[in-house]
């Protein structure tokens, strides 16, 4: 019943051409919460995400030298960070990524979440406007254009992937082409 409404919902955002800021949780089939829509740290905090999210938050000891290079090189970006809540990776990625930048002390004024529905969408055209395919996707802006982007699992480990992300060098996600 929860699923039709949402695609009510949806569907009657898309025809009037609205689409709520708002961040909309849902029902599975599973009756397990999904996120859909913009969120924050805080709602990842809250049941049922807590049960994940805090732990993998807590556990994750970042290399430090990867840490000094991101906190060194950072500043000059805004991230676009798509997960699902739903997504074994978004779940083991998310928290490490959320404690990584706390240890930086990155301005969350410069990051946008968005969690998407199994079919990786969401309210609004971000989604396909940056084309993601899978979660998590954490997109690294520097001056209103693409720099990079980390999808779905590390090639090193989160840290030195973002390190050499944030720092300009050579980095391909496992899905580039």
């Known amino acids: 019943m929860i699923n039709k409404v949402l695609l009510l919902f949806l569907g009657f955002s898309l025809i ?16 397990a919460e ?14 049922p995400h807590s049960r994940w999210f805090v732990p993998g938050y807590e556990n994750y ?6 840490l000094k290079t991101i906190k060194k090189n950072i500043h000059d970006y805004e991230i676009l960070m798509f997960m699902g809540t739903w997504c074994a990776d ?3 990625e998310v928290p490490r990524f959320f404690k990584l930048i706390d ?3 990155f301005d969350r ?6 969690a998407v529905n199994r079919a990786k969408t969401a309210p609004g055209n971000l989604d396909k406007e940056y084309k993601v395919h899978r979660v998590p996707t954490i997109i690294f802006i520097k001056d209103g254009k693409e720099v990079n982007r980390f999808v779905e699992y ?14 300009g060098k050579e980095y391909t996600d496992p899905y580039s082409e």
């Open 90 to 92: 978004s779940r083991y």
């Open 16 to 31: 009037s051409g609205e689409v709520s800021d708002e961040k909309v949780a849902i029902e599975n089939n599973n009756s």
């Open 34 to 47: 999904i996120l859909l829509g913009e969120f924050t740290q805080a709602d990842l905090e809250k049941a």
């Open 154 to 167: 590390s090639i090193e480990s989160l840290e030195e992937d973002i390190a050499k992300i944030v720092e």
């Open 103 to 105: 240890e930086v002390d």
């Open 61 to 66: 000891k970042p290399k430090k030298e990867a």
């Open 109 to 114: 004024k410069n990051i946008k979440n968005i």
